[in-house]
């Protein structure tokens, strides 16, 4: 079935440092990636996306990239600070389909 | 607008018992979803709702049903517990249906069945 795999499952940084997540997916379909954010207690949060006729996405301090050719895309954090320190989910879906498919998820930890 | 909120935030229940999970959303989404959450594990799609009066399976519906009640309102129904449902439960909702829509979630209900 499809998947998606999601690497590092912990990652602690030094604030000021940058973080990289990484997922692969299984699904050649899929055409639309969204990174969620995952705080204590909360439900997700969108928190950044990308579709795949795009290669990178940034916003601020956050960035996305995407290669269709090795089925993988990544979450870049720069600068980063301690309320960044939460879970991190990535997602891919396709048109045509109410499904997505979520990684397990990296529980990032930003050290002061 | 309150988002997405669900009801109630912790339960435990016995083997056996059933309970309903209620959801609303006031951002006048269609299509809602139930996922479930359990370590290690991600999100896994439990049911959908694309449009009210429409539901339909996901990757983990054995052990549970939904209602569309309205278009607000999508719950979940657990008609006899078991131990392997012990998770935790997030509702969300949809801006416009499909592959590419923003999904808004819920604060979560955690259930322990023992």
């Known amino acids: 079935g499809e998947n998606v795999e999601q690497h590092p499952s912990t990652l602690s940084v030094q604030e000021g440092d940058s973080a990289v997540i990484k997922c692969t997916y299984s699904d050649s379909a899929s055409n639309y990636f969204p990174w969620y954010k995952q705080e204590l207690g909360k439900g997700p949060q969108l928190i950044i996306d990308?579709?795949?006729?795009?290669g990178e996405k940034k916003d601020q301090r956050i960035a996305v990239t995407l290669n269709k050719t090795a089925k993988h895309f990544s979450l870049h954090i720069t600068e980063t600070q301690p309320e960044d320190s939460a879970v991190y989910f990535c997602?891919?879906?396709?048109?045509?389909?109410?499904?997505?498919?979520f990684g397990t998820g990296t529980r990032l930890k930003v050290l002061a | 607008n309150a988002g997405v909120t669900q009801t109630p935030k912790f339960q435990v229940l016995k083997t056996g018992q059933s309970m309903t999970l209620q959801c609303a959303q006031d951002?006048?989404?269609?299509?809602m979803y139930w996922y479930r959450q359990d370590p290690g594990m991600g999100l896994r799609l439990i049911y959908y709702s694309a449009s009210e009066g429409t539901t339909d399976k996901g990757e983990v519906p054995n052990g549970y049903n939904v209602s569309r009640l309205n278009k607000r309102e999508f719950s979940l129904r657990l008609e006899s517990a078991a131990p392997s449902q012990t998770s935790v439960y997030f509702c969300?909702?949809?801006?416009?249906?499909?592959?590419?829509?923003?999904?808004?979630f819920g604060p979560g209900t955690r259930l322990l069945v023992l």
């Open positions: 969300a909702s949809g801006t416009s249906g499909g592959a590419g829509e923003t999904q808004y």
């Open positions: 997602a891919a879906s396709r048109s045509g389909t109410y499904k997505y498919i």
């Open positions: 990308i579709r795949s006729n795009v």
């Open positions: 951002m006048n989404h269609n299509s």
